[in-house]
């Protein structure tokens, strides 16, 4: 049973530039969420989708969007990159129609800004 | 907003000694509250969680005890290994229907053989 999957693993980047990273959920999951890790801090989260719609968004700026698809993948997008925006970017899936709590994380996205 | 405090930010410990990390928040509303091991380049792992109705859970060698009067909770290793060398971190979340989860900043626990 496959966890969860990003794509791509590394991606280097120059500022103002757009980037999109993608996020396949574990089977069965229909919750994606992401957070954004910068180095030595705890993750922080960036949004939730659930079924497709979004159900909450974190304290981030407008530059960044979401959405999940009718497979349950998700998309981040992030536009006008900044070197601050240089992180792993994480991925969690859940399924909270079952009445659980737990979150599962993927393998990470890090986004180099240069 | 959610806070969530760690404490201590570093940790070494004699192998086969026990370890503790504790976390405080000041959200009430807060009904869950999940452990995370993240090795170096590596995902965080789910290692232990515990749900507010809950004082206390045990998985083999973890354990994680919840005082949701004073706000605090504590993760408990006991018999410590190299192998449990990582990152540890705590986070809750404030209701069910709300994934969002606030996380602690972390506690590098080192085992030293």
């Known amino acids: 049973d496959a966890g969860v999957t990003q794509s791509p693993t590394h991606l280097i980047k120059t500022r103002g530039q757009q980037v999109t990273l993608r996020c396949s959920p574990i089977s069965g999951h229909k919750s994606v969420s992401w957070y954004q890790q910068v180095l030595g801090q705890g993750p922080q989260f960036i949004f939730q989708?659930?079924?497709?719609?979004?159900?909450g968004r974190g304290n981030f700026p407008d530059r960044f969007s979401a959405r999940q698809f009718p497979n349950y993948s998700s998309e981040l997008n992030v536009n006008a990159l900044l070197l601050g925006d240089s992180a792993l970017y994480l991925c969690?899936?859940?399924?909270?129609?079952?009445?659980?709590?737990?979150?599962?994380f993927g393998p990470g996205t890090r986004l180099t800004v240069t | 907003g959610e806070n969530v405090e760690q404490h201590p930010s570093t940790l070494s410990v004699q192998e086969g000694d026990s370890a503790v990390i504790k976390c405080t928040y000041s959200d009430s509303a807060s009904n869950y509250f999940p452990w995370y091991k993240q090795e170096l380049g590596k995902r965080p792992q789910l290692i232990i969680d515990i749900r507010s109705n809950v004082g206390e859970k045990k998985d083999q060698r973890i354990a994680v005890t919840l005082n949701k009067t004073a706000k605090h909770f504590s993760l408990h290793i006991t018999e410590t290994q190299p192998e449990d060398s990582a990152v540890y971190f705590c986070a809750l979340r404030p209701d069910f229907g709300n994934e969002k989860l606030t996380f602690g900043t972390g506690t590098r626990l080192t085992i030293i053989p």
């Open positions: 969690a899936s859940s399924d909270p129609g079952q009445g659980t709590y737990e979150q599962y």
């Open positions: 989708y659930y079924e497709k719609e979004e159900r």
